[in-house]
């Protein structure tokens, strides 16, 4: 009985050769596709590889990471509702009155 060798090995990170990674980086730098689609079309199991090149080889400044914050409303849940309530009877009545004319 003769065994079969088989050929599916697994990739490793020395498979990759640095102008394979800097043509993946410069897509993803570009906007052309997400670091998620780049693993994904080129076949790149790490689910980190990407973003490790990314800050290694990329042009970004990875250093100090943009924050978005969510601007904090002065009201309360209850002021809100008790606002947005107000304006709908307000919408009512208005619309109301334009029906009649």
């Given at each position: 009985?003769?065994?079969?060798?088989?050929t599916?090995?697994?990739?490793?990170?020395?498979?990759?050769?640095?102008?394979?990674?800097l043509?993946?980086?410069?897509q993803?730098?570009?906007?052309e596709?997400?670091?998620?689609?780049?693993?994904?079309?080129?076949?790149?199991?790490?689910?980190?590889?990407?973003?490790?090149?990314?800050?290694?080889?990329?042009?970004?400044?990875?250093?100090?990471?943009?924050?978005?914050?969510?601007?904090?409303?002065?009201?309360?849940?209850?002021?809100?509702?008790?606002r947005?309530?107000?304006e709908?009877?307000?919408?009512k009545?208005?619309?109301?009155?334009?029906n009649?004319?």
């Open positions: 009985m003769k065994h079969s060798k088989i599916g090995n697994k990739r490793t990170q020395r498979d990759y050769n640095l102008g394979f990674k043509a993946v980086i410069s993803v730098e570009k906007g596709m997400t670091y998620k689609q780049a693993q994904k079309a080129y076949g790149i199991q790490g689910r980190s590889t990407v973003l490790v090149w990314l800050r290694k080889h990329g042009t970004l400044d990875w250093s100090n990471p943009i924050r978005h914050q969510m601007p904090k409303s002065k009201e309360t849940p209850a002021q809100k509702i008790k947005l309530e107000r709908l009877s307000d919408a009545l208005k619309n109301k009155i334009l009649t004319m």
